[in-house]
């Protein structure tokens, strides 16, 4: 009896896991018309490439 409990709480938490990795979202793009489609402080849209990018003082306090 144990077995059979410890087998599908087995089989319930394999699929929860398969689900959530087959319905995740991709993460989003890194693509960009404007400033405003990128981190606000600490990037920038190089619009020749069309890719958020980190702004040049980003790191520094």
């Known amino acids: ?3 059979i409990a410890v087998v ?3 089989l319930v938490v ?3 896991f398969a689900a959530c990795t087959l ?3 991709d993460p989003p ?3 960009c018309k404007s400033d405003l ?3 606000t402080n600490v990037e920038q849209c190089n619009l020749d490439a ?3 990018e980190p702004k040049p003082d ?3 306090p």
């Open 50 to 52: 069309g890719v958020c």
């Open 1 to 3: 009896m144990v077995r």
């Open 8 to 10: 599908t709480i087995a």
């Open 37 to 39: 489609e990128c981190f």
């Open 23 to 25: 319905l995740g979202d």
């Open 58 to 60: 980003a790191g520094v």
């Open 14 to 16: 394999a699929s929860t």
């Open 29 to 31: 793009a890194n693509t």
